[in-house]
């Protein structure tokens, strides 16, 4: 009888270290703090553009870990995901978007205690990439951002000025804007530092093509070494350049500037004032920017370059040489 009432009192014992466990193991919460849970953007990658929607896609170190996300745009919460077929992906698409308006994307995971973790920052544009956005001038009608954006075939520029113009083709009011565009990426190619029979100096690129709209014409060129000149290329596909406005639009061929993979390129707006001077406006101010013409539409400022230049204001034209 005894060993009876000790083999219970054992069994007893064991039964009660395992409910012990069990309820531990099962009843409190496993911790996910920390890294464990960390997420990024698959998709959109930083400084990217995007049509009408955007898929939302998301990474993370341990999905297993997160309870829900939430999606912030502009540091506003859009919405809070839990996980469903497609784990927490969606597609996204902003109320009443603006072309080139900017969006910063932001997002949160949490897990079951609630505790929260954050990931880097995605900038993308709606249409347009904003690529360039240059400082106030003191003068009237000067840079203030340029965007672009392509397609299969095309390369579209976009640009604001600071103020507005009244009648952009006048050749006393008006305006002249050109992208001079590197293709292959090297300085020692096309117009460069070293000629200086125009009343500017590009410096740190080589220009091997010039996208030009305004007073001066509405056409790209490209670079004639033996010349040393701006020759005719092709025609703009569309332009956008109107009365009494700020923004100007164009497009280019791609086919016309030999499909390069990615480009740098300078813009030069020039506006006349009495006297048959100019002034002037590059944008970016030093440097360059650089654009990759695949799907992510990356584009990035380098700023270590030498200033570009005016050498005469009163012969300042982008196609012109000095004493033409």
């Given at each position: ?16 270290l395992?409910?012990?466990?069990s309820?531990?193991s ?17 998709s959109?990658?930083n400084n990217s553009?995007f049509?009408?929607?955007i898929?939302i ?9 997160v ?10 919460k859009?919405?809070?995901k ?5 784990g927490f992906?969606f ?6 978007p603006q072309?080139?308006e ?7 995971t949490?897990d079951?205690?609630g505790?929260?973790t954050?990931?880097m920052r ?6 347009w990439?904003?690529?360039?956005n ?8 000067n840079v203030k ?8 075939t095309q390369?579209h ?13 006048s050749t ?16 020692s190619?096309?117009l ?5 029979n125009f009343?500017?100096?590009l410096?740190?690129?080589?220009a091997?093509?010039l ?10 060129y490209?670079w004639n070494e033996s010349?040393?000149s701006?020759v005719?290329?092709?025609?703009l596909?569309?332009?956008l350049?109107?009365y009494?406005?700020?923004t100007l639009q164009?497009g280019?061929n791609?086919?016309d500037?030999?499909n ?6 300078v813009?030069?707006m020039l ?11 590059w944008a ?7 654009y990759?013409l ?10 270590t ?8 204001s ?7 040489k000095i004493?033409?």
């Amino acid at each position: 009888m005894k060993i009876e009432i000790k083999k219970y009192q054992q069994f007893f014992l064991i039964m009660m270290l395992l409910c012990g466990f069990s309820f531990t193991s099962c009843d409190k919460s496993t911790d996910y703090s920390g890294s464990n849970f960390r997420v990024s953007f698959d998709s959109p990658t930083n400084n990217s553009v995007f049509e009408d929607s955007i898929s939302i896609k998301f990474s993370f170190q341990n999905i297993n870990a997160v309870e829900e996300v939430d999606f912030y745009v502009n540091d506003v919460k859009v919405v809070t995901k839990t996980k469903g077929i497609s784990g927490f992906d969606f597609k996204w698409k902003p109320a009443n978007p603006q072309s080139g308006e900017s969006y910063v994307l932001k997002a949160a995971t949490k897990d079951r205690d609630g505790n929260e973790t954050y990931s880097m920052r995605a900038k993308v544009g709606y249409k347009w990439l904003e690529i360039i956005n240059d400082k106030n001038e003191d003068w009237e009608k000067n840079v203030k951002t340029v965007f672009v954006r392509n397609s299969s075939t095309q390369l579209h520029f976009k640009a604001d000025a600071s103020s507005p113009w009244v009648a952009p083709f006048s050749t006393t009011g008006g305006i002249s804007f050109g992208i001079f565009i590197d293709t292959d990426s090297d300085a020692s190619t096309g117009l460069r530092s070293s000629i200086t029979n125009f009343g500017y100096t590009l410096n740190y690129i080589g220009a091997d093509y010039l996208a030009i709209v305004g007073f001066e014409n509405n056409k790209l060129y490209k670079w004639n070494e033996s010349t040393t000149s701006w020759v005719p290329k092709g025609n703009l596909t569309y332009l956008l350049l109107q009365y009494n406005s700020s923004t100007l639009q164009f497009g280019i061929n791609k086919s016309d500037f030999g499909n390069p993979a990615s480009i740098r390129f300078v813009g030069l707006m020039l506006t006349t004032v009495s006297g048959l001077s100019m002034n002037w406006d590059w944008a970016p101010d030093t440097g360059f920017a650089e654009y990759t013409l695949d799907k992510s539409y990356s584009g990035s400022i380098d700023s270590t370059g030498n200033a570009n230049i005016p050498i005469h204001s009163n012969e300042l034209f982008l196609l012109k040489k000095i004493g033409e």
